[in-house]
C-alpha cells in the first residue's frame, strides 16, 4: 500500500525559506503513471494546489506562486521535496504531499489529474 | 484559471437523510472532475474521481454526477462518519489544478 510522509520543520521565520520533504513508500516515485503534487490548507480555509513534479524532473507550479516555488526530486531517495522562499505569514499553512495519477485514453498518457493517496500532512508556521 | 465553486456552504443533514452537493465550474471541464471528503485533523482523501467514478473502497452510498460546468455528489443515507467538508477538483484546464472552497455537512 503506497504511503507518502511529509517531514521538515514546524516552524519557519518570514522572509526566509520553508523546505519540505514527502517520501514515498510501498511504491517507486520512478513510476511512468503518476506526477507526485504538493498541496497547501492555510487553517481553517481551502486547498491550493502548489505545484507537481514527474520523476524526470519536469514540473508544473502554481502560477500564483511559481516566482517562489522550487520543487524537485530524488529517485534514489523516494522523495520528492518543497522549497518556498520569501515566506510570510500568509504562507502558514498545512503543507500535503500527494500522488497524482496521468489520465489514460484508449492506452495513451495525457495528463496529470486527481490526487491520492495523500500525505498526512505538515503544519508549517510562519512567525518570528 | 478556472474557478470552481461550491454550493452550499453549509448543509445540516439529519443521519438516514440523502445530502446533495453541488460544484460549478467557471468554464467547462468535460468530466475531469474528482470530489475529496476531508474530515478534521486528516488529510481529505478521494471520494470520486471523472466525475462519476467512486475510488477505491467508497461506499455505493456516496455518488457523482454532472459534466460541463455543473456537477453534484449525491449521499444517499448519511452516516455518521460522512460528516465532514468535501471538496471538488478539476483536472481539465491546468496549471494550475483548481479546488473548490468546500461544502460542509453537519448533523441537523
Known amino acids: 500500500q503506497l504511503q507518502l510522509q511529509g517531514s521538515g520543520p514546524g516552524l519557519v521565520k518570514p522572509s526566509e525559506t520553508l523546505s519540505l520533504t514527502c517520501t514515498v513508500s510501498?511504491?517507486?516515485?520512478?513510476?511512468?503513471?503518476?506526477?507526485w503534487g504538493w498541496i497547501r490548507q492555510p487553517p481553517g480555509k481551502g486547498l491550493e494546489w502548489i505545484g507537481s513534479i514527474y520523476y524526470s524532473g519536469n514540473t508544473y507550479y502554481n502560477p500564483s506562486l511559481k516566482s517562489r516555488v522550487t520543487i524537485s526530486v530524488d529517485t534514489s531517495k523516494n522523495q520528492f521535496s518543497l522549497k518556498l522562499s520569501s515566506v510570510t505569514a500568509a504562507d502558514t499553512a498545512v503543507y500535503y504531499c500527494?500522488?497524482?495519477?496521468?489520465?489514460?485514453?484508449?492506452?495513451?498518457?495525457?495528463?496529470?489529474?486527481?490526487?491520492?493517496?495523500w500525505g498526512q500532512g505538515t503544519l508549517v508556521t510562519v512567525s518570528s | 484559471e478556472i474557478v470552481m465553486t461550491q454550493s452550499p456552504a453549509t448543509l445540516s443533514v439529519s443521519p438516514g437523510e440523502r445530502a446533495t452537493l453541488s460544484c460549478r465550474a467557471s468554464q467547462s471541464v468535460s468530466s475531469y472532475l474528482a470530489w475529496y471528503q476531508q474530515k478534521p485533523g486528516q488529510a481529505p482523501r478521494l471520494l470520486i474521481y471523472?466525475?462519476?467514478t467512486r475510488a477505491t473502497g467508497i461506499p455505493a452510498r456516496f455518488s457523482g454526477s454532472g459534466s460541463g460546468t455543473e456537477f453534484t455528489l449525491t449521499i444517499s443515507s448519511l452516516q455518521s462518519e460522512d460528516f465532514a467538508v468535501y471538496y471538488c477538483q478539476q483536472y481539465n484546464n491546468w496549471p494550475p489544478w483548481t479546488f473548490g472552497q468546500g461544502t460542509k455537512v453537519e448533523i441537523k
Open positions: 500527494a500522488r497524482q495519477p496521468h489520465i489514460t485514453i484508449f492506452g495513451v498518457v495525457t495528463s496529470p489529474s486527481w490526487f491520492d493517496p
Open positions: 471523472d466525475a462519476s
Open positions: 510501498g511504491g517507486s516515485i520512478s513510476s511512468s503513471s503518476y506526477y
